[in-house]
């Protein structure tokens, strides 16, 4: 039973981490970010961050390290789009 719980967390955690793959290509590949929301990404990113440290204080591993891969993968979108808005907003007040 050990066996297949374990199999079942790190096929879940996988999944959940690896599923803002496609957001990440968007970022890298310098497609602009408008169409994602900052609120969204903050608060996901927030709550990957406290799955990190209900994992440590458990303790698990496979909350821990699917939670670090989610949160990196989301936090760099964020910062990414963050620096995108500021980048807008600079340029805006140029033309102004």
Excluded: C, F
Excluded at 28 to 52: C, F, H, K, N
Excluded at 69 to 76: E, F, I, R
């Amino acid at each position: 039973m050990q066996l297949l719980e374990t199999v079942i967390g790190v096929t879940a955690a996988m999944l959940t981490s690896l599923s803002y793959i496609p957001q990440v290509r968007k970022v890298r590949t310098g497609q602009p970010t408008e169409d994602l929301s900052s609120r969204t990404l903050i608060a996901l990113t927030s709550g990957l961050v406290l799955w990190i440290v209900y994992g440590v204080i458990k303790p698990d591993w496979i909350i821990v390290a699917a939670n670090v891969v989610g949160a990196s993968l989301t936090g760099y979108v964020l910062y990414h789009k963050l620096q995108e808005r500021q980048g807008t907003a600079k340029s805006s007040m140029k033309r102004g």
